[in-house]
């Protein structure tokens, strides 16, 4: 691998879909790059296009024009290589927590080694007491981190987020971003986030990249120079956020009053 290549490379990607009334340009220009072991976070309003650039990203989408590569190769379809938390819970009701987590292992690991890995991922995600347990008896906090655990169980080298706490109520929320983070610290996974929440963006990532919408394009990417753990509440933090809400609304003198 060439230490100079890029995690993900996004080069001129434009993506369109067919529908009755004729072609809709979901995603223009975009052009972006993510480092190995980066955090991206990625905001933007609804339906402008979040899900479709990371469905593309993942392998999921090959319908679009420009290319996207990993490490310097093409993406050519979904790989290990890369795990996905989607929006929506994509547990099976009918299976148990480890069934569930061991979904998508390699089937040329033996038993042992899968059960292993259950094992691990259970581990750090804090629910290995909840391996017997179904789904339906899960919190949606402790479903969210099931997914997590889900989309790790290979060790992707990039995991891709998409809103994936945007279900939970603030306290259980700001708990799961501690818990990405550390996984984040300890595995060194490259991991690209989308959220609506610009406070958990600015709180995880890097770098937020601010997306325009109809059609989505790159608007801004503001780069988040602070130091780990994060005050959510100093001066620095409020000014990057600042810096990213102006790019949603009207800027206005009394910095306590934002119109859209
Ligand atoms: N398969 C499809 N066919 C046609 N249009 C689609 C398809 N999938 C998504 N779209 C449209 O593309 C746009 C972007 O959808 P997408 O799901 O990527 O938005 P999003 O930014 O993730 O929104 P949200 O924040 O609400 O999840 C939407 O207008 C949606 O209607
Ligand atoms: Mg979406």
Redesign the pocket.
């Known amino acids: 691998m060439n230490k100079s290549e890029k995690a993900i490379e996004i080069k001129d990607l434009n993506k369109t ?1 067919k ?1 009755d009334s004729g072609d ?1 340009n ?1 995603l223009n220009d975009i052009n972006l790059f993510v480092d190995a072991g980066e955090f991206l976070s990625i905001v ?1 309003s ?8 990371l469905r593309m990203i993942v392998g999921l989408d090959k319908n679009f024009s420009g290319s996207i590569l990993s490490y310097g190769k093409s993406i050519k379809g979904a790989g290990v290589d890369r795990g996905m938390v989607f ?1 929506e819970s994509r547990l099976f009701p009918w299976l148990t927590v480890e069934k569930n987590i061991a979904f998508g292992i390699s089937k040329k690991l033996s038993n042992s080694e899968r059960k292993e890995l259950v094992e691990e991922e259970l581990e750090l995600v804090g629910l290995h007491n909840f391996a017997k347990a179904y789904p339906s008896q899960l919190s949606g906090g402790m479903k969210q981190r099931i997914s997590i655990a889900r989309a790790l169980i290979n060790k992707p080298k990039l995991l891709l987020l998409d ?1 994936p706490f945007g279900a939970l109520d603030a306290m259980t929320r700001i708990n799961m971003q501690q818990e990405i983070l550390k996984i984040w610290e300890k595995q060194k996974t490259t991991m690209i986030l ?1 959220t ?1 929440d610009i406070d958990e963006a600015i709180y995880l990532g890097d770098r937020v990249v601010v997306l325009s919408s109809r059609p989505g394009k790159i608007k801004k990417i503001v780069p988040v120079n602070l130091s780990r753990p994060r005050d959510r509440s100093s001066y620095d933090f409020t000014y990057v956020k600042s810096e990213i809400y102006n790019e949603f609304f009207t800027k206005v003198e009394n910095p306590f009053s934002y119109t859209i």
Request: proline share 0%; aromatic share 12%.
């Open positions: 879909f529908i809709f979901v933007g609804s339906g402008c296009g979040k899900s479709t650039l929006q809103e989308v609506h």
